[in-house]
């Protein structure tokens, strides 16, 4: 069955870096879009960062600039790369594979960023 895993969640200080991973199987991942969603405390779900299968990509305002969303369709990976980060950032980041009507979920990755 498809499987979303994440990785590379932590604490860091404002003003760091942060890489996520999200590690995809049992599904042909070059085709899917791809996207990383999070969800703080008390607030909706929101969209980061999306990646077509065709390498195109957007981002949410509050992270354009900041966020860099990538894919290594060999790997079966995508990648956040999010770099000058604000306490606001503070979120569980879910990473999302989507095919027409198939929608996958990871299971989440908590990312604090605080002094």
């Known amino acids: 069955q498809v499987q979303l895993v994440e990785s590379g969640g932590g604490l860091v200080q404002p003003g760091g870096s942060l890489r996520l991973s999200c590690a995809a199987s049992g599904m042909t991942f070059r085709l899917y879009v791809m996207g990383w969603y999070r969800q703080a405390p008390g607030k909706e779900r929101e969209l980061v960062a999306g990646?077509?299968?065709?390498?195109?990509?957007n981002y949410a305002d509050s992270v354009k600039g900041r966020f860099t969303i990538s894919r290594d369709n060999a790997k079966k990976v995508v990648y956040l790369r999010m770099d000058s980060l604000k306490p606001e950032d503070t979120a569980v980041y879910y990473c999302n594979a989507e095919l027409g009507i198939k929608d996958y979920w990871g299971q989440g990755t908590q990312v604090t960023v605080s002094s």
């Open positions: 990646i077509t299968s065709g390498g195109s990509t």
